[in-house]
């Protein structure tokens, strides 16, 4: 018989219309409710983990197996899913069910269109023609149904979405559509969200949608939607710091991680999952408070998570998470880095010459690499050039390493010596060049190094975090402030505040360069800004960079 639950346990309020699925049981329909719910999360492990209890209440509960099929599919952050072998079994079983058993007519498009996602033997037809397969199957299951069943409309905006992962838009600056298929997703997925404002899959995928988009504020109500609704399930929680980030609200976004790292810490306790993929769910988390706390000044959090997330991913950790993720060493590993980024954001540069260097090689390729420029760029601002320049050369000694070949920050690379000038380490490289040259006395060398850094850097394949957490704008701008090219500064400046709306570090920049100039009026409102954007910072902040030490003195 067919039961009605809506999904997650949660309130009809935040579901919308949910139709029936057709299970034996409320218990097994619980279940399932639970699994897609977790689908949402994009724990997949444990949607499977919910449909196969249900299969020991009922062995012929379909929409088990088709969530199961579902979730060892790819998905956005890993369109090699997770076993495909099986994806492809239970995708099957469901299809064959599907034959003798009484179904919703909707049901029966879902698993008709999934079995084009899959094919035997597996690999014999290349992913990107099954997921354009598959998102033409779910186009017309959504023709038919999608209008009235927000689930419909939220899996069929998944497969598009699958067809281009973070290339939906062309990068900044530009944001133009990025394929055929984005203009529809979001005519989708907002019709879908007319219906179910709060919905968590519709939530989840309008702003996955939108942040790469001209327009991230359009998702902001699905972010405060995710962020007023979502209490157990860390990664919708987290979604909302997508938006968050590129409209300025840089303290929300601190804030609704650290309640996302909570409520996974809450679901470890129940759970005890824990070498799985949703572990780099939880890994993004720390990665992602960091970087919003960087913005806000707040050197005390920045370090906390920063040093937390060392911990969480030690060596025990990482060799352990091997086991079950085939590449988790290549995203584990560079997370890292980033307590050598927090500690050149904040100027500490004695701190980061007391800090050990990992000497494993083959684990640590990108540690060792960053720990090289981090100590580089704090000679430098010490005024020791020769060590600086001694620095520099471990530096480029460290990027022979073969395995930094498919170590990875979100989208970007770390280094590939085959692509040059396209990955975060060369961003490094013309930081800490122009860092040294500065120092020199070099200026004309060491601009024009710091301009070829903000190139790369705004240039990196699009991520959340951005794979180089502090914008190298606030070192060039800090830089030519400090020579006396304001007005240089000041267009920096400008720039920086169109892709990071409203940052402390840019707005004191801004308004240092107009005072120099005096534009006292602008500068007067600007530093108003600055002071509203900087009332979390714990630290004395005398330049956009403190790497501009004279202004810091």
């Not at 600056?173 to 709060?198: C, H």
């Not at 005072?515 to 009332?535: F, G, H, I, M, R």
Request: glycine share 6%; charged share 25%; hydrophobic share 40%.
């Amino acid at each position: 018989m067919a039961e009605t639950k809506f999904i997650g346990n949660i309130q009809k309020e935040l579901t919308g219309k949910y139709d029936e699925v057709t299970c034996s049981s409320s218990e097994c329909l619980q279940l399932i409710n639970d699994a897609l719910l977790q689908l949402f999360n994009f724990n997949h492990d444990q949607t499977i983990l919910d449909c196969k209890k249900a299969l020991t209440i009922d062995k012929d509960c379909i929409m088990a197996h088709y969530l199961i099929a579902y979730s060892n599919a790819g998905h956005y952050n890993n369109l090699d899913g997770m076993d495909y072998r099986e994806g492809y079994e239970e995708a099957e079983i469901a299809s064959s069910l599907a034959k003798r058993i009484t179904l919703t007519d909707w049901e029966k498009g879902l698993i008709e269109a999934q079995v084009h996602r899959f094919c035997s033997p597996v690999g014999s037809v290349p992913l990107g023609t099954l997921n354009k397969n598959y998102a033409n199957a779910m186009r017309s299951v959504y023709s038919k149904f999608g209008e009235n069943n927000v689930v419909v409309a939220a899996l069929f905006a998944e497969s598009l979405m699958n067809l281009a992962p973070w290339k939906l838009w062309t990068p900044y600056p530009e944001y133009k559509e990025g394929i055929p298929e984005t203009g529809e997703l979001v005519k989708v997925l907002e019709n879908a969200l007319k219906q179910s404002p709060q919905h968590p899959g519709l939530c989840h995928f309008y702003i996955h949608t939108m942040e790469l988009s001209a327009t991230p504020e359009k998702a902001l109500p699905c972010a405060d939607a995710l962020r007023e609704t979502i209490k157990d399930h860390g990664h919708l929680l987290h979604m909302a710091s997508h938006i968050d980030m590129w409209v300025g609200h840089y303290k929300e976004a601190t804030e609704v991680n650290e309640l996302a790292i909570l409520a996974d810490k809450r679901y470890m306790l129940t759970s005890k999952v824990e070498n799985n993929f949703y572990k780099m769910y939880r890994m993004h988390n720390f990665h992602f408070i960091v970087w919003a706390a960087m913005f806000n000044g707040q050197l005390g959090k920045s370090l906390e998570f920063a040093e937390e997330l060392q911990e969480y991913s030690n060596l025990e950790g990482v060799t352990a998470m091997l086991g079950n993720i085939p590449f988790g060493m290549t995203y584990s590993e560079p997370t890292r880095v980033i307590i050598w980024e927090v500690l050149i954001r904040f100027g500490k540069w004695e701190d980061i010459l007391k800090r050990p260097i990992e000497q494993n090689k083959e684990l640590y390729p990108s540690n060792i690499a960053m720990a090289r420029y981090a100590r580089g760029v704090a000679y430098a601002a010490l005024g020791k050039v020769a060590e600086a320049e001694v620095e520099r050369d471990l530096f480029y000694e460290s990027l022979k390493n073969k395995t930094l070949a498919k170590r990875r920050i979100m989208n970007s690379y770390m280094y590939n010596p085959e692509t040059p000038g396209k990955c975060i380490l060369d961003v490094a490289d013309s930081v800490l060049n122009g860092e040294i040259e500065y120092r020199k006395g070099n200026y004309q060398q060491a601009f024009d190094h710091l301009r070829l850094a903000v190139k790369r850097d705004t240039s990196l394949v699009y991520g959340e975090p951005w794979s180089w957490l502090m914008p190298t704008r606030h070192v060039l701008g800090a830089l030519l402030l400090e020579h006396g090219d304001v007005q240089e500064a000041e267009a920096v400046y400008r720039d920086d505040l169109i892709q990071y709306k409203d940052n402390m570090w840019s707005l004191l920049g801004l308004h240092q360069s107009l005072k120099a100039q005096n534009k006292l009026d602008e500068a007067q409102s600007v530093y108003e800004k600055y002071q509203k954007a900087s009332v979390l910072a714990d630290i004395k902040v005398g330049a956009s960079c403190l790497c501009a030490t004279k202004m810091c003195s």
